[in-house]
């Protein structure tokens, strides 16, 4: 199934921009202007939505000319491309998606022919299959560990380090119940933010 | 493929032995104007050291020149040549900092002065000797050259030599590591392909790399030619050469090895070489994991004969270490192709005196290597080793930690030793790495042909 | 700059293609996985990849005022996420996976081969636009630094488990395989190296 990789799910969409009649319509640029000014890190909209792994928003103006002979065409619309990959299936990250973080959807797809808004998320995710074009060979490096999965690892994986520091050369009278209140403590530890600082 | 040796500068073709040649000076000079630069240049052209064979008529000393960005403009070559040179080259080694990681202790603001200032200095006169006072001959011939054409003046000239150690001259640097193994061996520069300098074929083979990794005008390893300047004349058989001042701290060093030695189950020796992957007399752990081994040293067949395919973990030797991280060999698999494009031919000297282990010594002290290295392309070679595998870690698979010898380290920064379950190799992890060696200047040249020298004394690069 | 955040970078291509060719390439991908992805695995460097195909009469229509498109090209658009500078990136697949390479993009307009790679990298610099916003949960962390915090958690684990009653004998040496197990994956994270 193209879209999916172990539990790794690549969306592809390609969203039509409202042209507004002129060539240089405002929209795109209004969106352009919108996305560059979009939060980023640990305060990006797209933090809080659980399973989240890369999402990029791309304006794409027009198709690219390679030159003779190659055709000299045009696209009648411009098109917003979302590519996100997450963990799970399509339909309940849609879903969430839309309960999570209605508002700064709307901000971003307003622009777009056709957009129903995100407070009804059934009508969101028919949408967004509308815009949906299949990921026809998709490559995931680790297609097995979720989102949280790998925020608690990288936490994990500077701890560890640290303590194989801190304990070095120490005897086992010290080490072994050391570590165990490390187990203790780590345990408790939620897993970093997405987007946080140091991950 | 035969290459035209006496087209080659010497300094290219083969370098020059501590052994024959123990002393040297660099002078770094800034031209006058295009008409008497060229004159000078002129003078001095017969004298310069070709890659011809002495058969046995050694010189005393010899004569090699490279120019700056800056310089090359100063003589006036015409500017449609000049921009056709690599950008890198044309922005001068200050620009590139921030990909080098020259910050920090390393930055421009730190440096010599005639380093400071874009474009200060044009030329580099490279003269290595077999005494001083031949040294001193040739040095004051250039001086009467340049006074007479009135066409350089030198900015600054750097001493130079191999260190002696017990009254004997040797291939040590101030750390105590033997230097200069493992230099690429080239197509139509290597006589006979010496196990491990090259790059290995599938059967095992070691064999040398396209003459294009080295010298300008030939295909490279991608079977391209490299970006080269216009006319081919004035880029065929030349090349590019880094120079980097880099200062050692000696006391931080020794101090960091016995501390550290101290707590590391493999002793202070050992530490030593797992920093590096070849322990102080050159023996690469690879082959002698647990002594050093000077018969390993002395031939030439077994002292660089190694790959990393049965170590994968580092036991032997550590997946960070300086020689792992800046040639990796087979370690990253696919027929080496993601090394063998990565490759540069040092040249470099130490300068200063050495003081030997059990005397007191200071990090202020003239302790340091003039690094120099050639290739065909700073950007895709020199700088890239420098800023992933030297500043970085990610290829090595090692996040962000640093070579532990060149790296720019921060207080944060680690060595980690993989070790196994003997006694004497633990894994070990050595925190807070000092800065053990600091970038004073440096800058990057070209090195032409005897051809093209000849063709930018006479002012005969043709613009198009 | 856009396209970057942290350690990864968003390479976007968009390459024409004749509409007759697209059903070839379609099985060629679908046939990829088959022969393995082992050599993008093995590079280590990339994230997440995908190639899309949108023929020539599948661009989204919502209806309303938006014309139909009329194109009659079919067009190949290729994501990625990887980790290393722009040029690194392409030095490595046209020295290694020039043949995938070619597979996939010789049936795009123009494509001049992967090697040699100059004329390969201009051809990269026409088709590749730029990201608008990129968003990356684990900036300081490359690919292999993710792999590498995966299988420090899963030594943990286990020996966590295994040393839960151990004497302090056990332990000592419990730990020490534990130390070698996780040596080599200890690297710090943090930004990726500036530049080009």
């Known amino acids: 199934m193209g879209n999916q990789s172990g539990q790794s799910y690549g969306l592809t969409i390609l969203s039509p921009i409202i042209n507004n009649g002129s060539r240089a319509a405002a929209?795109?640029?209004?969106?352009?202007?919108?996305?560059?000014?979009?939060?980023?890190?640990?305060?990006?909209?797209?933090?809080?939505?659980?399973?989240?792994?890369?999402?990029?928003?791309?304006?794409?103006?027009?198709?690219?000319?390679?030159?003779?002979?190659?055709?000299?065409?045009?696209?009648?619309?411009?098109?917003?491309?979302?590519?996100?990959?997450?963990?799970?299936?399509?339909?309940?990250?849609?879903?969430?998606?839309?309960?999570?973080?209605?508002?700064?959807?709307?901000?971003?797809?307003?622009?777009?022919?056709?957009?129903?808004?995100?407070?009804?998320?059934?009508?969101?995710?028919?949408?967004?299959?509308?815009?949906?074009?299949?990921?026809?060979?998709?490559?995931?490096?680790?297609?097995?560990?979720?989102?949280?999965?790998?925020?608690?690892?990288?936490?994990?994986?500077?701890?560890?380090?640290?303590?194989?520091?801190?304990?070095?050369?120490?005897?086992?009278s010290v080490v072994q119940p050391a570590f165990k209140k490390f187990l203790t403590e780590l345990s408790q530890t939620p897993a970093p933010r997405p987007g946080a600082a140091g991950i | 493929m035969e290459l035209n040796l006496c087209d080659l500068q010497g300094f290219v073709a083969r370098g020059y032995s501590g052994r024959s040649f123990p002393v040297a000076s660099f002078l770094l000079a800034r031209i006058h104007d295009a008409a008497s630069g060229r004159e000078f240049l002129g003078r001095i052209l017969a004298e310069i050291t070709t890659g011809q064979l002495w058969n046995g008529k050694k010189p005393g000393s010899t004569l090699n020149a490279g120019f700056t960005y800056a310089g090359l403009a100063q003589l006036g070559l015409p500017e449609p040549t000049l921009q056709s040179f690599p950008v890198e080259f044309v922005q001068g080694m200050k620009s590139r900092g921030k990909i080098l990681g020259d910050t920090g202790a390393d930055d421009p603001a730190n440096w010599e002065t005639i380093w400071q200032q874009d474009g200060n200095v044009h030329m580099w006169i490279g003269i290595y000797a077999e005494s001083?006072?031949?040294?001193?001959?040739?040095?004051?011939?250039?001086?009467?050259?340049?006074?007479?054409?009135?066409?350089?003046?030198?900015?600054?000239?750097?001493?130079?030599?191999?260190?002696?150690?017990?009254?004997?001259?040797?291939?040590?640097?101030?750390?105590?590591?033997?230097?200069?193994?493992?230099?690429?061996?080239?197509?139509?520069?290597?006589?006979?392909?010496?196990?491990?300098?090259?790059?290995?074929?599938?059967?095992?083979?070691?064999?040398?790399?396209?003459t294009g990794e080295y010298l300008i005008g030939y295909p490279d390893e991608a079977c391209e030619l490299p970006v080269s300047p216009i006319p081919y004349l004035l880029a065929s058989n030349g090349t590019y050469m880094v120079y980097r001042k880099l200062h050692e701290n000696v006391a931080t060093f020794r101090k960091f090895l016995k501390e550290r030695g101290g707590q590391y189950g493999g002793g202070e020796k050992k530490l030593a070489a797992k920093l590096v992957g070849r322990w102080l007399d050159g023996t690469p752990l690879e082959l002698s994991p647990d002594t050093e081994n000077i018969?390993?040293?002395?031939?030439?067949?077994?002292?660089?004969?190694?790959?990393?395919?049965?170590?994968?973990?580092?036991?032997?030797?550590?997946?960070?270490?300086?020689?792992?991280?800046?040639?990796?060999?087979?370690?990253?698999?696919?027929?080496?192709?993601?090394?063998?494009?990565?490759?540069?031919?040092?040249?470099?000297?130490?300068?200063?005196?050495?003081?030997?282990?059990?005397q007191p010594v200071r990090d202020d002290g003239e302790h340091g290597i003039i690094f120099m290295a050639l290739c065909a392309s700073l950007f895709r070679q020199f700088e890239f080793i420098q800023q992933q595998w030297v500043q970085h870690g990610n290829d090595a698979h090692l996040g962000n930690d640093k070579d532990p010898l060149l790296g720019n380290q921060c207080d944060q920064d680690r060595f980690v030793i993989p070790g196994d379950t003997t006694?004497?190799?633990?894994?070990?992890?050595?925190?807070?790495?000092?800065?053990?060696?600091?970038?004073?200047?440096?800058?990057y040249f070209f090195l032409p042909s005897i051809t093209a020298l000849r063709m930018i004394a006479e002012g005969g690069v043709d613009p198009r | 700059m856009t396209n970057i955040n942290g350690k990864a970078y968003a390479m976007n291509a968009i390459t024409p293609m004749r509409a007759w060719k697209s059903p070839i390439l379609r099985l060629i991908f679908w046939l990829a996985p088959l022969f393995g992805l082992t050599d993008l695995k093995n590079l280590s460097f990339i994230h997440f990849a995908r190639w899309v195909i949108v023929p020539h009469d599948k661009f989204p229509w919502l209806g309303g005022k938006q014309p139909r498109e009329s194109v009659q090209s079919d067009y190949m658009l290729f994501f990625s996420n990887f980790n290393g500078t722009w040029n690194q990136y392409i030095d490595a697949f046209s020295a290694v996976l020039s043949k995938g390479l070619n597979y996939f993009w010789c049936w795009s307009d123009k494509f001049p081969g992967s090697v040699p790679v100059t004329g390969f990298k201009k051809y990269i610099a026409r088709v590749q636009f730029d990201t608008d916003f990129y968003y990356n949960p684990y900036p300081y962390a490359a690919t292999n630094d993710v792999k590498a915090a995966h299988r420090v958690q899963a030594a943990l684990d286990d020996f966590a488990a295994k040393s839960a009653n151990m004497t302090e004998q056990q332990f000592a040496e419990a730990y020490l395989h534990f130390l070698i197990r996780v040596q080599n994956d200890l690297g710090a994270l943090g930004p990726a190296p500036e530049g080009t």
């Not at chain 2, 006694?423 to 800058?443: I, Q, T, Y």
């Open chain 1, 27 to 172: 929209q795109d640029l209004a969106l352009r202007h919108h996305l560059s000014k979009l939060a980023n890190g640990e305060h990006s909209p797209f933090a809080k939505v659980p399973g989240t792994h890369f999402v990029r928003l791309v304006v794409m103006g027009d198709v690219v000319f390679v030159g003779y002979p190659a055709r000299d065409e045009h696209l009648k619309s411009q098109y917003l491309i979302c590519t996100a990959d997450f963990d799970g299936e399509l339909d309940p990250y849609l879903q969430t998606l839309a309960r999570t973080i209605p508002a700064e959807l709307d901000a971003i797809w307003k622009h777009c022919v056709g957009y129903p808004g995100a407070t009804d998320p059934a009508k969101f995710a028919e949408y967004i299959k509308k815009c949906q074009v299949e990921t026809t060979l998709y490559f995931s490096d680790v297609n097995d560990r979720t989102l949280e999965q790998t925020l608690k690892a990288l936490l994990v994986k500077t701890a560890v380090t640290a303590f194989a520091e801190r304990y070095q050369g120490q005897p086992a």
């Open chain 2, 132 to 210: 001083k006072a031949a040294l001193e001959d040739r040095c004051r011939k250039i001086s009467a050259a340049m006074l007479e054409t009135r066409g350089a003046t030198v900015l600054q000239t750097q001493e130079a030599g191999a260190l002696v150690i017990g009254g004997e001259v040797s291939t040590k640097e101030h750390f105590g590591y033997s230097d200069g193994f493992g230099n690429p061996d080239i197509q139509g520069l290597c006589r006979k392909p010496t196990p491990g300098q090259g790059k290995l074929t599938d059967h095992g083979k070691w064999v040398p790399l396209a």
């Open chain 2, 295 to 358: 018969d390993i040293v002395k031939d030439d067949a077994r002292n660089t004969n190694f790959t990393y395919g049965k170590d994968s973990d580092g036991a032997r030797c550590p997946l960070g270490s300086h020689i792992r991280r800046t040639n990796p060999r087979d370690a990253f698999g696919f027929s080496g192709q993601l090394v063998n494009r990565r490759r540069i031919m040092r040249r470099g000297l130490p300068y200063g005196t050495y003081v030997p282990d059990d």
């Open chain 2, 423 to 443: 006694p004497k190799n633990p894994p070990f992890v050595c925190p807070h790495l000092p800065d053990f060696v600091n970038l004073l200047g440096g800058e």
